[in-house]
């Protein structure tokens, strides 16, 4: 529909919506929900949930990617999606949740943040034992198995709790890097 006043062949103004179960596709990227939202105007697909999110394993990476959320806003300008509302990724042998998570598809780059909370990824060993990492800010590198975090973080392995200002983690080596001190 075009907003009133406006003829339809005005680029730029209309919008679309979609019902009764969506599916997007977009490179390894497939989402599902009940309804999708599109606006010429913003170039924004809102994608309302629950959403389901699966980004296929990449050349040498044999962990898909999945996604649920609230909601997501998919960029068609871009390879970026932003999933809000009780969003959990799990990516092998992790589990990430935050209230906020911007993906980029080709990098395989999830940027995890909570408003007035923390955001949390968990990793599960072999063995049973966890390990959990808390941030204001977790980035997740969801091919190379690399994670980046930032703010007042805390890790938790077994009966040791260690607290930092950035964790550096690769899950290749089960190696977690803490730096500074926590604020």
Avoid: H
Avoid at 76 to 101: C, I, K, M, P
Avoid at 154 to 171: E, K, L, M, Q
């Amino acid at each position: 529909t075009a907003p009133e006043g406006t003829s339809i062949g005005t680029g730029g103004q209309r919008s679309a919506a979609f019902r009764n179960g969506v599916l997007v596709e977009r490179g390894r990227m497939t989402a599902a929900g009940p309804a999708l939202t599109y606006s010429e105007a913003t170039g924004l697909g809102v994608l309302e949930g629950p959403a389901e999110i699966t980004v296929a394993p990449g050349e040498g990476n044999e962990d898909a990617v999945q996604i649920t959320a609230n909601n997501v806003e998919f960029d068609v300008d871009t390879d970026r999606s932003t999933s809000s509302g009780s969003v959990r990724l799990v990516n092998g042998n992790q589990q990430a949740l935050a209230e906020q998570l911007i993906y980029e598809e080709e990098r395989t780059l999830g940027v995890f943040t909570s408003s007035g909370a923390q955001a949390r990824m968990t990793r599960l060993d072999a063995d049973g034992t966890e390990m959990i990492i808390t941030a204001d800010e977790i980035r997740v590198l969801t091919d190379a198995k690399l994670l980046y975090a930032t703010g007042n973080v805390t890790v938790v392995d077994g009966a040791i709790t260690s607290t930092g200002a950035v964790v550096f983690f690769d899950d290749n080596t089960g190696i977690a890097e803490i730096v500074g001190t926590a604020s």
